[in-house]
């Protein structure tokens, strides 16, 4: 009985402090439940809203093929010719883009031309005239007014555009005003604001299933901010019929709540399994955590990356260039393919999506590892190169040109195109900005095509001058 009794005495001290210990991490979960699943919500609610407006930059990008061009300003602005507008602008936006609805305003935003794809022509949105159509964008028109007065940089200009997704009953469309400008300036304006080019892209199905799709939403639906319960995560994203916000909403993860609840029958039988029970809950935590970081990570990856190539897109060009900008020499490379735009005339879109997945796997396949390779829209392609002279830089650029002209084998059959390519570097002791540079390799770029298609050009110094040098 006394070894008993005193047997106690020594371990019953341990036992009570292991039972408030793990009562104590029992407890801890109750109180840092709502901060953690509350900082989750706020987090995928910022990674959601910058995912959509990549998508929305993209796009506004992708435009600048048709609207940053002498030629749109010397047909449209200088002299109308309606048959041009209708060849180069609504026939080509529509015919190779997912734009399904194309119009021009001339400098006093008066309607002057305006195509729809006839697939959509009776959709709720498009039903209703093109006027209607481009009287929903007045807000974006007017945006694009006033940013053409702001000061502009001397070189090729960057896009003037704006964008919202507007909401017509179940009726979805990205609508986007874009400024047409000159790129070399060979033409000037003959009025004081240029014509300005607003167009419309359908969301296919509902637009809560496309962003939720998109996105891996839980339970995404689409409505007024009132609609919208305190427990569910929202991002405003659009404008109804009749001027109110329109937001998209899902139902947020709770980990940190899942896990309590699926521990409670644990710690009511804590007494009977005290180092069972820690042991749980230690592999339930890591667990969790290794969950929201994989999610968190899927998301900045889609945030970072584009969808169809996997190759890095726009919002990694400056962080890239800041940390491989201090390499000496660094060698900067824009691409654009030349041919692709009659592949996807010819065989579709998805001929042309699988045809960038191609050429975007045998740029991977051709650079070193410690090469950078992004899509910045399109068909247009850029590459940062450490360590590497620029004479070397332009062998590989031939090389790579070689590879890129040979054949694809796609789904519709074979297909060739080919690439010209834009060079300049950055010496050692240099301090340029991202876009000083890319401006330099894109002026290159435009060099080869007006010289020679498939060729490679070089910016040799960074001086305002523009001295190329080329090489077939």
């Not at 509350?38 to 959509?52: D, M």
């Not at 009953?169 to 790129?183: C, I, K, M, Y």
Request: include cysteine.
């Amino acid at each position: 009985m006394v070894r008993r009794f005193t047997h106690l005495k020594l371990v019953g001290p341990a036992i009570a402090a292991i039972a408030l210990l793990i009562a104590g991490l029992a407890v801890i979960p109750y109180l840092g439940v709502a901060k953690l699943d509350s900082e989750g919500r706020v987090r995928q609610e910022t990674l959601v809203e910058r995912n959509i407006s990549i998508w929305v930059t993209d796009v506004e990008f992708a435009l600048t093929a048709w609207t940053i061009w002498d030629e749109s300003i010397a047909k449209i602005d200088n002299v109308f010719d309606a048959d041009w507008a209708d060849r180069n602008i609504g026939a080509s936006l529509i015919g190779t883009s997912r734009t399904r609805f194309a119009a021009i305003l001339d400098a006093d935003n008066r309607l002057i031309y305006d195509k729809t794809a006839d697939e959509i022509a009776s959709r709720p949105f498009f039903i209703r005239g093109p006027a209607a159509v481009v009287g929903d964008a007045q807000v974006l028109i007017e945006q694009v007014r006033a940013q053409e007065q702001a000061p502009k940089k001397a070189g090729i200009p960057g896009p003037i555009a704006f964008s919202k997704i507007e909401v017509l009953n179940s009726d979805a469309v990205l609508l986007t005003a874009s400024l047409f400008q000159p790129d070399f300036r060979t033409v000037t304006l003959r009025h004081s604001r240029a014509p300005i080019l607003v167009s419309a892209i359908p969301i296919a199905g509902s637009l809560q299933a496309f962003l939720g799709d998109r996105f891996l939403l839980d339970d995404a639906t689409v409505g007024p901010l009132s609609s919208v319960g305190p427990e569910r995560a929202h991002v405003e994203i659009a404008v109804g019929p009749n001027g109110q916000a329109e937001v998209l909403s899902w139902r947020s993860p709770t980990p940190a709540r899942d896990l309590l609840l699926q521990s409670l029958p644990l710690i009511a039988t804590v007494a009977f399994v005290l180092v069972s029970g820690a042991a749980f809950a230690i592999w339930s935590s890591r667990r969790m955590v290794a969950s929201l970081l994989d999610a968190e990570q899927r998301m900045r990856h889609a945030a970072t990356h584009d969808f169809l190539t996997g190759l890095a897109n726009r919002s990694l060009l400056e962080p890239e260039f800041a940390r491989l900008a201090t390499t000496a020499p660094l060698s900067v490379v824009c691409l654009d393919l030349d041919g692709f735009k009659p592949v996807n005339d010819r065989h579709g879109h998805a001929a042309g999506d699988e045809l960038l997945q191609d050429v975007s796997r045998r740029l991977r396949a051709a650079c070193r590892q410690v090469d950078v390779v992004f899509r910045l829209g399109g068909d247009e392609f850029a590459i940062l190169m450490p360590w590497i002279p620029q004479q070397e830089a332009m062998r590989f650029c031939e090389a790579l040109s070689s590879a890129l002209s040979a054949p694809y084998r796609l789904a519709c059959g074979d297909v060739s195109i080919g690439a010209s390519f834009g060079l300049t570097e950055i010496a050692s002791g240099q301090n340029e900005t991202c876009a000083a540079v890319f401006r330099r390799a894109d002026a290159a770029l435009y060099e080869s095509k007006k010289r020679r298609r498939g060729s490679v050009s070089i910016v040799q110094e960074p001086s305002a001058g523009d001295i190329f040098r080329s090489c077939a």
